[in-house]
């Protein structure tokens, strides 16, 4: 009885970490997008998505850059497709005068549709939204230090329509909503003129 409950436990443990994926970006090419993701943006402007080599990176060589500028830059890993679950990921605000901003989406229908989490360094604070056609509206928000050329991490879990984002490791924002019930696409997002690097990516299906 003890050896069967064992082996439960265990399997299930398997399967949870082997529902998790981590995309640190390594493996591509420099200069370009990233193959399998959507590098686009919500509203106007031009997002410019590229790998590139950073020698101050969490996992070396390569991070995921966004140096354009556009009302709402995101990047969408194509090949997801998750309800409930978690998306993270390791982001440095580098530069940007209106916006200096790293963010996750999850349930993404496309890149119009889509709830967000993201951490500002000018502002200092995490926010939470949902962005409908293409309008994002704010949920809710916390104070929290947001350094500017520091790595940073933020992470959401998401269950239903109950929502936890943790930043740095902190508890900083739960919400509910259900906007988006259905199983969708995660990523990346920015703000504006924000330079952002990102590395480490991580999501996967509870």
Not at 66 to 88: H, L, R, W
Request: charged share 25%.
């Amino acid at each position: 009885m003890k050896a069967s409950l064992f082996t439960m436990v265990v399997t299930t443990m398997a399967t949870a970490l082997a529902a998790a994926e981590t995309v640190n970006f390594d493996d591509m090419k420099a200069g370009v997008p990233p193959p399998g993701w959507s590098a686009t943006q919500t509203g106007s402007g031009t997002a410019k998505w590229s790998v590139e080599k950073d020698a101050s990176a969490p996992s070396k060589p390569n991070v995921l850059k966004q140096s354009g500028q556009a009302t709402f830059p995101v990047c969408i890993k194509n090949d997801t497709k998750i309800q409930d679950g978690f998306v993270e990921v390791k982001f440095k605000p580098v530069a940007g005068k209106e916006d200096q901003a790293g963010g996750v989406i999850w349930r993404a229908k496309d890149s119009d549709n889509y709830y967000i989490a993201r951490a500002n360094a000018l502002e200092g604070n995490v926010t939470i939204y949902h962005t409908i056609k293409g309008k994002r509206t704010e949920k809710k928000r916390t104070n929290m230090k947001v350094a500017s050329g520091e790595r940073h991490t933020l992470r959401v879990d998401f269950s239903g329509a109950h929502f936890t984002v943790m930043f740095d490791g902190k508890k900083a924002i739960e919400w509910d909503d259900d906007t988006f019930k259905n199983a969708g696409k995660v990523g990346v997002w920015t703000k504006a003129d924000s330079v952002t690097l990102f590395d480490d990516f991580r999501y996967g299906s509870k």
